[in-house]
Antibody, heavy 126, light 106 residues
Framework: QLQLQESGPGLVKPSETLSLTCTVS??????????WGWIRQPPGKGLEWIGS???????YYNPSLKSRVTISVDTSKNQFSLKLNSLTAADTAVYYC??????????????????WGQGTLVTVSS | SYELTQPPSVSVSPGQTASITCSGD??????ACWYQQRPGQSPVLVIY???RRPSGIPERFSGSNSGNTATLTISGTQALDEADYYC?????????FGGGTKLTVL
């Protein structure tokens, strides 16, 4: 069964860059049928999509974060990664990685996330 | 940018039917999905492609999508269904989440 696991620092200083990695096990990241996404959730708030990547390197980003985000994939390690720069306290959140099914079907895009990783809390503080 | 609107909270008595709505412009022309998030846990997909249930999701969860509104319906609601529920769709090369609805089973 497919599992995803986030890893990275739990505490980052303001203005610095956050780097997180998601390791995929139980399946290959190099599947043409899927994208791989990052989603975050500030404490007590809702879900916010950050961006997604296909193993081919094609990416989609949230326009509100695009200037600060880079998502990359390493097929040899079955991992994908997130970099978010110029951090502020507003970036404090639980960061999730997830597999995204995404395809065009009957004049609309069909897109959902399943499964999700357990999430990792990132606190931005000096 | 595209927005999905959900009621902040919905209450239901055990055994009754709960309906959670998700509104967006011409949402019925897009595909909607729904996630359940229990406290301290990761979101779990409960409905995709408007009305399909992933394997392992109880039959009491169902979905519909028409016009400007997608609806998640939970029949015979149980105490363990108390959670936050989020709708999600795709628009203009972006993933959009609704703000979430807290379902309380009284």
């Amino acid at each position: 069964q497919l599992q995803l696991q986030e890893s990275g620092p739990g505490l980052v200083k303001p203005s610095e860059t956050l780097s997180l990695t998601c390791t995929v096990s139980g399946g290959s990241i190099s599947s043409s049928n899927y994208y791989w996404g990052w989603i975050r959730q500030p404490p007590g708030k809702g879900l916010e999509w950050i961006g997604s990547i296909h193993y081919s390197g094609n990416t989609y980003y949230n326009p509100s974060l695009k200037s600060r985000v880079t998502i990359s994939v390493d097929t040899s390690k079955n991992q994908f990664s997130l970099k978010l720069n110029s951090l502020t306290a507003a970036d404090t959140a639980v960061y999730y990685c997830a597999r995204q099914t995404h395809y065009f079907d009957n004049s609309a895009y069909n897109s959902w996330f399943d499964p999700w990783g357990q999430g990792t809390l990132v606190t931005v503080s000096s | 940018s595209y927005e999905l609107t959900q009621p902040p909270s919905v209450s239901v008595s055990p055994g009754q039917t709960a309906s959670i709505t998700c509104s967006g412009d011409k949402l019925g022309f897009k595909y909607a999905c729904w996630y359940q998030q229990r406290p301290g846990q990761s979101p779990v997909l409960v409905i995709y492609q408007d009305k399909r249930r992933p394997s392992g999701i109880p039959e009491r969860f169902s979905g519909s999508n028409s016009g400007n509104t997608a609806t998640l319906t939970i029949s015979g609601t149980q105490a363990l269904d108390e959670a936050d529920y989020y709708c999600q769709a795709w628009d203009s090369s972006t993933v959009v989440f609704g703000g979430g609805t807290k379902l309380t089973v009284l």
